[in-house]
């Protein structure tokens, strides 16, 4: 099932990138960019023309189809946000902040003969400080910032 799915998505995009032919009018038609437009707008065609053909099988009109994905969208919504706002912006965002502390502290204290260099070992301790600060903000931003 998932070898037809990947299959498919090859051929979509081997179509998208031959043709290059832009969906919309502002993107130069032979353009990489046309053709990442073209695949994208095949892609959810795709999946909007599933949708019409399975409920078509169970006797929905498109309309009806649409709307009852909307309707599970709705329903999800908390789950969503719960997802998105605890495990994702809090939980997360902790792990990536230890990951990024304990990283140094190994390079620093615990060297060994299988150590990068120092400059190396420089490049490392920058990135895990700029990765570990936005980690540490994300984290400690407030859950609803236009909260009244």
Request: glycine content about 12%; hydrophobic content about 55%; charged content about 10%.
């Amino acid at each position: 099932m998932f070898n037809f799915i990947g299959r498919y998505l090859n051929r979509l995009w081997r179509f998208a990138s031959f043709w290059r032919v832009s969906p919309i009018g502002q993107a130069r038609i032979g353009s990489p960019l046309a053709g990442l437009l073209l695949f994208v707008v095949l892609v959810f065609g795709t999946v909007a023309l599933g949708i019409v053909i399975v409920g078509g099988l169970f006797g929905y009109s498109p309309e009806q189809a649409l709307g009852a994905v909307d309707g599970a969208i709705a329903w999800a919504a908390p789950t969503l946000d719960f997802i998105g706002k605890i495990l994702i912006q809090k939980v997360l965002m902790g792990i990536v902040l230890l990951i990024c502390m304990a990283v140094p502290i190994v390079l620093i204290f615990f060297r060994d003969g299988d150590a990068p260099g120092w400059l190396s070992t420089a490049g490392i301790l920058f990135l895990c400080t700029f990765v570990g600060y936005c980690s540490g903000v994300n984290m400690l931003a407030p859950l609803d910032p236009y909260a009244g």
